[in-house]
Each structure stands twice: as structure tokens, then as C-alpha cells.
């Protein structure tokens, strides 16, 4: 028989690093407004997860120096963009 405490705490599984050391990725933008190919950055490391979402060291060849960030705020750089309005729209339709 198992048995349930009613004041158990919750599991606390770490969720795991989405981006490999090395990976090429972009930060989402947040207001719509950047242009998401201008910058891309590569991890250098993966970090401990912090409230909840895996934090990475990422580096910029455009910058110098090196910046920390949670998983949330990235993307792989590989994705469409999907800001190109005349994919799909045929004008001589």
C-alpha cells in the first residue's frame, strides 16, 4: 500500500538544458521592434537552473563580453524567422 502525506512537499525535478555548448542562438525579442538576425550569440556554458528555467553564459563575436541569461529569453538561431510577409502569398493569385 502506498501512502500519501498531505503536506508533502512537491517534486523539485531540475528541467534540463534545451542548448548545447556551442549551439548557435538568438535572444527573443521582446518588443517585436528587433531585428532577430542582427545578433546571434554562442553558448559557452550552461548554468544552474534559476526560478525555474536553465541559465546559460552566452558571447557575442560583436561584443566584448560575455552575458548570462535564462533558457526563456532564447531560440535557436536555425528557426524561421517568419517575418518574411510574401512567403505563402502568391501576387499573381
Not at 38 to 63: A, H, M, N, W
Request: charged share 30%; net charge neutral.
Amino acid at each position: 500500500m502506498i501512502r500519501f502525506q498531505q503536506n508533502a512537499r512537491p517534486r523539485t525535478d531540475t528541467p534540463s538544458h534545451l542548448f548545447a555548448v556551442g549551439q548557435t542562438v538568438r535572444m527573443k525579442s521582446r518588443t517585436g521592434l528587433l531585428n532577430k538576425t542582427t545578433e546571434l550569440f554562442e553558448i559557452k556554458s550552461r548554468l544552474p537552473v534559476k526560478d525555474g528555467s536553465p541559465q546559460y553564459r552566452i558571447r557575442s563575436e560583436q561584443e566584448t563580453h560575455e552575458r548570462v541569461t535564462t533558457e526563456d529569453n532564447l531560440e535557436p538561431a536555425d528557426n524561421p524567422i517568419g517575418d518574411n510577409p510574401t512567403v505563402g502569398n502568391d501576387p499573381a493569385v
